[in-house]
C-alpha cells in the first residue's frame, strides 16, 4: 500500500483540524448522512482526553466534517485514506457508505471518485472503541474468578494489555488523486554482492499503462532502468545503509506510454541485508547488537494520536542514551515513524497490534481472522522500509494452550509467504511457559519479556540476575537461536530515592537495568537489549497501577530523564 505522494501527477489534502463529534451510548445513533449539534473535536487525537467526560468512554462515536475538493481534482481517481482508527471504523460520503474498516493503528484508504462533489462534501465516520473478546487485542473477557487478576483485581477499562485503551480516529486522514493510469504498489527488496548493491523492484500498476522507467539516484550513482528488461538495478560501491550510515537512495518511478509520462512516484531505499546465522542477527554480514527500548504512542492530551514534534523527540531522546532500535510495542506505529526511522538510522522490529491474545474458543477464529489480516495490511504497509528488519506476530500470547503453536505456526508461514527476507518473531512472557515456549521451535529469532527482579524476586536484583541467566541459558542450550531481552524493567516514581536501592526508586531502577545489561553483555547469543519503556505511560487503573501509570519509563511522561536514562547513556553510547 502505497503512502499518498505529491507531486505534479498526484495531489494531497489533510483533513486535520476541528470535526463534529457526538456520542451514542446505546448505539443508536442513525447519522449517516450527518448531524446537528454535536461538540468539536480534534482530529487526528484520541477522544478520550480531550473531552472531560471521555475518559473511560469506549463505546460508539460519531465523527464528522465538511471539505471541497480543487474542481480540477474531479474525473480523476480520488481516495480518502485514514492512517488510524481505533478500532471500528464505518464511513459515508455524502449520504453513501463507502467502507468500514476493523483494527486501529493501520491505515485504510477507500475510493470516492463517484461520490465526491466540488463542494460541501459531508464525511461521516462513525467509530466503535469497545472492548470485546472477539477483537484484536482483546478486552472485556469474561471474568475468571479463578485468577485474581480476572476476578477481584480486574482493571478499569477491562483491556488484556498494559496501556489506555484510546479511541479514535488517531492519525491523519487525507483525501488524494491519482492519475487514472497509476502505479498501484511498489516492492522493493535489497541484496549486496561484494561491493554491489543489488535492488529488486518490482511495479503494479494498471492494465496497459505501457512501462515502467526505474530511477535510481544517490551517492554519485544515477542509473536509469527501463523495468520491462530487468526489475534488478545493479548499484556498483554501493553506500550500505545502516544506523551508523543511514543512507539512502532515491528511486523514482516513472509510468510512460510511449514517451508521456503519466505517473511518478518515489520512494527512499536503503540498501543493506538482515539476516540470522546460527545464534547471531547480521546486518550487512555482519554481527548487530540491539540497543533500544519498547515504547508507546502516548502523550498527555494526545492520548494515542498523531503528533510528529514528540516523535522527533522520542528519536533524540533515543539517541541521546546511545539506543541504535526500538519494537513497536505493541502495534503498529504511525507509518511517519517508520519513516523518519529509516532516515535516522535506527532498527525496528515491527509488531502487529495481537497482544493478550488468548485461546479459549470464545471468539477464537475471529481473532485468528484478524492476526492473518493484521500481518498481511502491516507487511503491505511497512514492506519498503529498510529500518524494519524483523516482525513481531504478538506480544505475549497466552499460549499454554495446545492450540497456540499451530495458531502462531500458521501466521509465520503466512508472515514468511509475503515477506522472505526478514526474520519473524514471537514476543514471549517467561510466567506463561519460559522455554518451553512452542513458537519458539519455528521463529527465527527469541524475543523474551523477563522481570525477574520485579514481579518475582522483587526487592532483590541479584537474585532475579541468577535466574534471567539461567533461563537465558537454558533456552540458549535448547533452541541455538539468537535472544533478544524485548523487555526488562522496573517501575520508578521520578523523584523518589532510596539508599540502599529499592522497588520504585531511581536507584533501583538504574541497578536493575545496569546488572541486566551487564550480564547480556556477556552472553554472545543474546543480540538485543531493549529496556521496557522509553517512557513512562498511562494505562487502564488497577492496584499495581499506581495513578493509573505505568512508571518503567526511564524518561517522564513529559520525556524528562530519570537517574536511569544517564546511566543507559553511559553503557550504551559509543565513544563519538
Ligand atoms: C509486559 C508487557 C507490557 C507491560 C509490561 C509491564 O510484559 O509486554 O505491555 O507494560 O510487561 O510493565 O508489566
Same mark, same amino acid.
Given at each position: 500500500?502505497?503512502?499518498?505522494?505529491?507531486?505534479?501527477?498526484?495531489?494531497?489534502?489533510?483533513?486535520?483540524?476541528?470535526?463534529?463529534?457526538?456520542?451514542?451510548?446505546?448505539?443508536?445513533?442513525?447519522?449517516?448522512?450527518?448531524?446537528?449539534?454535536?461538540?468539536?473535536?480534534?482530529?487526528?487525537?484520541?477522544?478520550?482526553?480531550?473531552?472531560?467526560?471521555?475518559?473511560?468512554?469506549?463505546?460508539?462515536?460519531?465523527?464528522?466534517?465538511?471539505?471541497?475538493?480543487?474542481?480540477?481534482?474531479?474525473?480523476?481517481?480520488?481516495?480518502?485514506?485514514?492512517?488510524?482508527?481505533?478500532?471500528?471504523?464505518?464511513?459515508?460520503?455524502?449520504?453513501?457508505?463507502?467502507?468500514?474498516?476493523?483494527?486501529?493503528?493501520?491505515?485504510?484508504?477507500?475510493?470516492?471518485?463517484?461520490?465526491?462533489?466540488?463542494?460541501?462534501?459531508?464525511?461521516?465516520?462513525?467509530?466503535?472503541?469497545?472492548?470485546?473478546?472477539?477483537?484484536?487485542?482483546?478486552?472485556?473477557?469474561?471474568?475468571?474468578?479463578?485468577?485474581?487478576?480476572?476476578?477481584?483485581?480486574?482493571?478499569?477499562?477491562?483491556?488484556?494489555?498494559?496501556?489506555?485503551?484510546?479511541?479514535?480516529?488517531?492519525?491523519?486522514?487525507?483525501?488524494?488523486?491519482?492519475?487514472?493510469?497509476?502505479?498501484?504498489?511498489?516492492?522493493?527488496?535489497?541484496?549486496?554482492?561484494?561491493?554491489?548493491?543489488?535492488?529488486?523492484?518490482?511495479?503494479?500498476?494498471?492494465?496497459?499503462?505501457?512501462?515502467?522507467?526505474?530511477?535510481?539516484?544517490?551517492?554519485?550513482?544515477?542509473?536509469?532502468?527501463?523495468?520491462?528488461?530487468?526489475?534488478?538495478?545493479?548499484?556498483?560501491?554501493?553506500?550500505?545503509?545502516?544506523?551508523?550510515?543511514?543512507?539512502?537512495?532515491?528511486?523514482?518511478?516513472?509510468?510512460?506510454?510511449?514517451?508521456?509520462?503519466? $505517473? #511518478?512516484?518515489?520512494?527512499? +531505499?536503503?540498501?543493506? /541485508?538482515?539476516? *540470522?546465522?546460527?545464534?547471531?542477527?547480521?546486518?550487512?554480514? =555482519?554481527?548487530?547488537?540491539?540497543?533500544?527500548?519498547?515504547?508507546?504512542?502516548?502523550?498527555?492530551?494526545?492520548?494515542?494520536?498523531?503528533?510528529?514534534?514528540?516523535?522527533?523527540?522520542?528519536?533524540?531522546?533515543?539517541?541521546?542514551?546511545?539506543?541504535?532500535?526500538?519494537?513497536?510495542?505493541?502495534?503498529?506505529?504511525?507509518?511517519?515513524?517508520?519513516?523518519?526511522? $529509516? #532516515?535516522?538510522?535506527?532498527? +525496528?522490529?515491527?509488531? /502487529?497490534?495481537? *497482544?493478550?491474545?488468548?485461546?479459549?474458543?470464545?471468539?477464537? =477464529?475471529?481473532?485468528?481472522?484478524?492476526?492473518?489480516?493484521?500481518?498481511?495490511?502491516?507487511?503491505?504497509?511497512?514492506?519498503?522500509?529498510?529500518?524494519?528488519?524483523?516482525?513481531?506476530?504478538?506480544?505475549?500470547?497466552?499460549?499454554?494452550?495446545?492450540?497456540?503453536?499451530?495458531?502462531?505456526?500458521?501466521?509465520?508461514?503466512?508472515?514468511?509467504?509475503?515477506?522472505?527476507? #526478514?526474520?519473524?518473531?514471537? +514476543?514471549?512472557?517467561?510466567?506463561?511457559?519460559?522455554?518451553?515456549?512452542?513458537?519458539?521451535?519455528?521463529?527465527?529469532?527469541?524475543?523474551?519479556?523477563?522481570?525477574?527482579?520485579?514481579?518475582?524476586?522483587?526487592?532483590?536484583?541479584?537474585?532475579?540476575?541468577?535466574?534471567?541467566?539461567?533461563?537465558?541459558?537454558?533456552?540458549?542450550?535448547?533452541?541455538?537461536?539468537?535472544?533478544?531481552?524485548?523487555?526488562?524493567?522496573?517501575?520508578?516514581?521520578?523523584?523518589?530515592?532510596?539508599?540502599?536501592?529499592?522497588?520504585?526508586?531511581?536507584?533501583?531502577?538504574?541497578?536493575?537495568?545496569?546488572?541486566?545489561?551487564?550480564?547480556?553483555?556477556?552472553?554472545?547469543?543474546?543480540?538485543?537489549?531493549?529496556?521496557?519503556?522509553?517512557?513512562?505511560?498511562?494505562?487502564?487503573?488497577?492496584?499495581?497501577?499506581?495513578?493509573?501509570?505505568?512508571?518503567?519509563?526511564?524518561?517522564?511522561?513529559?520525556?524528562?530523564?530519570?537517574?536511569?536514562?544517564?546511566?543507559?547513556?553511559?553503557?550504551?553510547?559509543?565513544?563519538?
Amino acid at each position: 500500500m502505497l503512502y499518498p505522494q505529491s507531486n505534479s501527477y498526484r495531489q494531497i489534502q489533510d483533513l486535520s483540524g476541528f470535526w463534529n463529534f457526538r456520542i451514542d451510548p446505546d448505539a443508536s445513533g442513525a447519522w449517516s448522512a450527518g448531524f446537528e449539534g454535536g461538540q468539536p473535536i480534534a482530529v487526528p487525537a484520541s477522544w478520550n482526553d480531550q473531552l472531560n467526560d471521555l475518559r473511560d468512554y469506549l463505546g460508539v462515536g460519531w465523527y464528522q466534517t465538511t471539505f471541497s475538493v480543487p474542481a480540477g481534482w474531479l474525473g480523476q481517481p480520488i481516495f480518502i485514506r485514514f492512517g488510524s482508527v481505533n478500532y471500528l471504523a464505518e464511513v459515508w460520503l455524502n449520504g453513501t457508505q463507502i467502507g468500514q474498516h476493523e483494527g486501529g493503528h493501520l491505515p485504510f484508504a477507500f475510493e470516492i471518485s463517484s461520490h465526491v462533489q466540488a463542494e460541501a462534501n459531508v464525511l461521516v465516520v462513525r467509530v466503535d472503541g469497545e472492548l470485546a473478546p472477539d477483537r484484536v487485542p482483546p478486552g472485556n473477557i469474561p471474568p475468571d474468578p479463578k485468577s485474581p487478576f480476572g476476578g477481584f483485581l480486574r482493571n478499569f477499562p477491562a483491556n488484556a494489555f498494559d496501556f489506555f485503551p484510546y479511541c479514535g480516529i488517531q492519525r491523519p486522514v487525507q483525501v488524494y488523486t491519482v492519475p487514472q493510469k497509476a502505479i498501484q504498489d511498489v516492492t522493493v527488496t535489497t541484496d549486496i554482492e561484494g561491493t554491489t548493491g543489488v535492488v529488486q523492484v518490482a511495479v503494479e500498476h494498471s492494465a496497459d499503462a505501457g512501462q515502467v522507467r526505474a530511477t535510481l539516484k544517490g551517492f554519485g550513482t544515477e542509473l536509469v532502468q527501463d523495468l520491462d528488461d530487468s526489475s534488478t538495478l545493479r548499484v556498483e560501491n554501493a553506500a550500505l545503509w545502516s544506523p551508523d550510515q543511514p543512507n539512502l537512495y532515491d528511486l523514482t518511478l516513472e509510468l510512460l506510454v510511449g514517451d508521456t509520462i503519466i $505517473d #511518478r512516484y518515489t520512494l527512499p +531505499v536503503g540498501i543493506r /541485508t538482515i539476516q *540470522v546465522a546460527g545464534d547471531q542477527l547480521l546486518l550487512n554480514g =555482519e554481527p548487530v547488537q540491539l540497543t533500544g527500548f519498547g515504547r508507546h504512542e502516548d502523550f498527555p492530551v494526545m492520548g494515542r494520536g498523531y503528533v510528529p514534534a514528540v516523535m522527533i523527540k522520542d528519536f533524540e531522546l533515543m539517541r541521546w542514551v546511545g539506543a541504535n532500535s526500538f519494537r513497536t510495542t505493541h502495534y503498529p506505529y504511525a507509518e511517519e515513524m517508520m519513516a523518519l526511522a $529509516d #532516515r535516522l538510522g535506527f532498527l +525496528v522490529i515491527d509488531e /502487529t497490534q495481537a *497482544v493478550g491474545l488468548y485461546f479459549a474458543e470464545h471468539g477464537l =477464529e475471529r481473532r485468528r481472522e484478524l492476526c492473518h489480516q493484521f500481518t498481511r495490511e502491516l507487511i503491505a504497509r511497512d514492506k519498503n522500509h529498510p529500518s524494519v528488519i524483523m516482525w513481531s506476530l504478538a506480544n505475549e500470547p497466552f499460549n499454554n494452550d495446545e492450540k497456540a503453536g499451530p495458531f502462531f505456526r500458521e501466521l509465520y508461514d503466512l508472515a514468511k509467504a509475503l515477506d522472505p527476507t #526478514r526474520p519473524v518473531t514471537v +514476543v514471549n512472557v517467561g510466567m506463561i511457559n519460559g522455554p518451553d515456549e512452542p513458537t519458539f521451535e519455528f521463529v527465527d529469532v527469541l524475543c523474551m519479556n523477563r522481570y525477574y527482579g520485579w514481579y518475582s524476586q522483587g526487592g532483590n536484583i541479584d537474585d532475579g540476575i541468577e535466574v534471567l541467566e539461567a533461563e537465558l541459558d537454558a533456552t540458549h542450550a535448547k533452541f541455538g537461536k539468537p535472544i533478544i531481552l524485548s523487555e526488562f524493567g522496573a517501575d520508578t516514581l521520578p523523584g523518589w530515592h532510596a539508599e540502599p536501592s529499592e522497588m520504585f526508586s531511581e536507584e533501583y531502577q538504574t541497578e536493575f537495568l545496569t546488572k541486566t545489561i551487564n550480564l547480556l553483555n556477556q552472553k554472545s547469543y543474546v543480540v538485543g537489549q531493549h529496556v521496557w519503556n522509553l517512557c513512562d505511560f498511562k494505562t487502564s487503573q488497577a492496584v499495581f497501577r499506581t495513578a493509573a501509570m505505568n512508571f518503567k519509563g526511564v524518561f517522564t511522561r513529559d520525556r524528562r530523564p530519570k537517574m536511569a536514562a544517564h546511566r543507559l547513556r553511559e553503557l550504551w553510547r559509543k565513544e563519538e
